[in-house]
């Protein structure tokens, strides 16, 4: 059994949880559109880029737009949710997550963020959690989304660490199969039920330790 050395965590729902910020600015979107986007529809957006994210809605609404409008809607809710998490405090970490990454650090072991947002660093940054990570990947670095495992073999890749000795934390099913398909370890943070290919679910960072690690 390979040993752990090296942690890649997902920021959104497993870090931090930036979802009401991601809803409040494509409902905007929706509604100036002309219909409406519910939290439901959100939790259909969990772990995809925004360019997918924004076809799927237009999809939703019926809308037709070119190449070009896409864009342009794509940066304006972008634009909208960059506002709102520039007010991030650190009290918006979720329970356990600094805690977590501290005993981390602690124990000698590498940390990388592997997150599709552009503006994790922004993020980390207003939590004051940056310091806590080695190494960011994230969508101003790479190009295909999960399950495509391309951000995670970025991250340890740019940790120095084999892909073997790394494990990674995700709360969602495409980022599960991202892991796996890197050959890496990964902590399911959420149901057991839907995140069944893990090798271990919990229900947040704070019900698990480094002595774990090297179990899965």
């Not at 942690?7 to 930036?18: A, K």
């Not at 552009?118 to 004051?128: A, F, P, V």
């Not at 940790?159 to 599960?176: Q, R, S």
Request: net charge negative.
């Amino acid at each position: 059994m390979a040993q752990i050395t090296a942690c890649i965590f997902d920021l959104d729902g497993v870090i931090v949880d930036t979802a009401v910020y991601h809803y409040r600015a494509w409902k905007r979107l929706a509604n100036e559109l002309g219909f409406d986007f519910t939290e439901e529809d959100n939790e259909k957006l969990k772990g995809i880029s925004r360019v997918k994210s924004l076809e799927l809605i237009l999809g939703w609404g019926g809308i037709e737009k070119t190449e070009t409008e896409r864009e342009e809607l794509a940066s304006r809710k972008n634009n909208w949710y960059v506002e709102m998490i520039q007010s991030m405090r650190p009290d918006e970490i979720l329970p356990g997550a600094k805690e977590f990454l501290q005993e981390v650090k602690a124990a000698g072991l590498k940390t990388a963020l592997g997150s599709a947002s552009k503006n994790s660093g922004l993020i980390l940054e207003r939590t004051g959690l940056l310091p806590l990570f080695d190494v960011l990947v994230d969508g101003n670095h790479v190009s295909a989304s999960k399950p495509d495992p391309q951000v995670f073999l970025r991250g340890a890749e740019g940790l120095g660490i084999l892909p073997e000795h790394c494990v990674v934390f995700e709360d969602a099913v495409a980022g599960v199969e991202a892991a796996i398909a890197a050959g890496m370890k990964v902590v399911g943070i959420g149901s057991a039920e839907v995140l069944n290919r893990a090798d271990l679910v919990v229900k947040g960072l704070f019900e698990i330790h480094v002595p774990q690690l090297n179990n899965l």
